[in-house]
């Protein structure tokens, strides 16, 4: 990480500490509750520039024999730490992610996550986070992201078709 880091503030429409986060759009793997397969994590934004957010470990997650399967668990992370820039201003979409596996994390279990504003530069926003099972001295997992802040118009302009929301986010995005 840079260490000539802009300053940031926390955005005035970002969500208050202990506030549940709007999810980055209804159809998200990782936050839309309408997202049938999806893992509907609830984000809620923490004091500063902290998200945190709990998920179950059901079956359909698992990978080894009875533990959660790594591609999920990234998939968590990477929803969790891209809530974060949402607390200093625009979207921003994972440029880079880097998930370190502790220990086996158990299906029927509840996973907890905390992810962390670290600093941004530009455009750059980095963030890192933590999983653990209630113990938030005994992770079992830890993250490291570059996000890149965008307009999320335009960003996804030429993919809206491909949503299964796709007339809802046209009229949407038709709108001054």
Not at 11 to 22: F, L, T, V, Y
Not at 28 to 50: I, K
Not at 67 to 96: N, Q
Not at 125 to 136: F, N
Request: hydrophobic share 40%.
């Amino acid at each position: 990480m840079p260490t000539d880091l802009d300053p940031v503030q926390r955005h005035p429409k970002a969500a208050k500490a202990g506030e549940r986060m709007r999810a980055h759009n209804p159809m998200c793997y990782g936050c839309g509750q309408e997202s049938v397969e999806g893992l509907r994590l609830q984000m809620f934004a923490g004091e500063d520039f902290e998200v945190t957010a709990a998920m179950d470990v059901p079956a359909r997650f698992e990978g080894g024999p009875g533990v959660i399967h790594g591609g999920v668990l990234s998939t968590a992370f990477d929803d969790v730490m891209g809530m974060v820039p949402l607390l200093i201003g625009p979207a921003a979409v994972t440029a880079h992610l880097e998930v370190d596996y502790q220990r086996p994390i158990p299906i029927g279990s509840r996973l907890h996550f905390t992810a962390t504003l670290l600093g941004r530069q530009r455009r750059k926003v980095y963030a890192e986070a933590v999983a653990h099972l209630g113990d938030p001295d005994q992770p079992v997992a830890t993250a490291h992201a570059i996000l890149v802040t965008i307009n999320a118009r335009e960003h996804f302009a030429d993919h809206l078709s491909n949503s299964a929301m796709a007339d809802e986010y046209k009229a949407r995005m038709s709108r001054p």
